[in-house]
């Protein structure tokens, strides 16, 4: 499972020109869901996420939460970002999962993640060809794989 956390002051998903979800300050994060993602890939993600101190303390340190900013988190599936270049140019997206295996463990995925960082959550359209517009803030972006747990 791969998430690209985007700190934003503001961000919106518009589907088929109409906005369907819409935050304040906290997280865009855009998921990428493998075809060997289990449970535990969701556990450790979440928990990552939700201790992720990269909101400005009083000293503009990054040494705040998502908790304690009290932010929003905006969740947007998005499988290309598996996507493998090693041949040729066109992307190869073999490793993504397909919907049947990735609509569940998505979902999973914001229960868990409103579980563990007591956040509201919004989210994006499975599948669907949607406007992600946002404000990155800093800009703070943060790319982290459940498979290469740096």
């Not at 956390?5 to 819409?22: D, F, H, N, Y």
């Not at 304040?24 to 969701?42: A, C, R, S």
């Amino acid at each position: 499972m791969r998430a690209v956390i985007q700190r934003v002051k503001e961000a919106s998903v518009k589907l088929e020109g109409e906005i369907i979800s819409q935050i304040q300050e906290g997280f865009l994060i855009l998921l990428g869901i493998e075809t060997d993602d289990v449970g535990e890939d969701i556990l450790w993600l979440s928990k990552k996420i939700s201790q992720l101190r990269i909101f400005s303390d009083a000293q503009q340190a990054m040494n705040r939460s998502i908790q304690e900013v009290q932010g929003s988190i905006l969740v947007v599936s998005q499988f290309t970002l598996h996507a493998s270049t090693k041949k040729g140019n066109r992307p190869s997206f073999i490793k993504a999962a397909r919907p049947e295996v990735a609509i569940p463990l998505y979902e999973q995925f914001l229960e868990q993640l409103a579980t563990d960082s007591q956040c509201a959550i919004q989210k994006g359209k499975f599948g669907a060809m949607m406007e992600v517009t946002l404000v990155n803030d800093g800009p703070v972006t943060i790319i982290i794989d459940s498979k290469n747990r740096e």
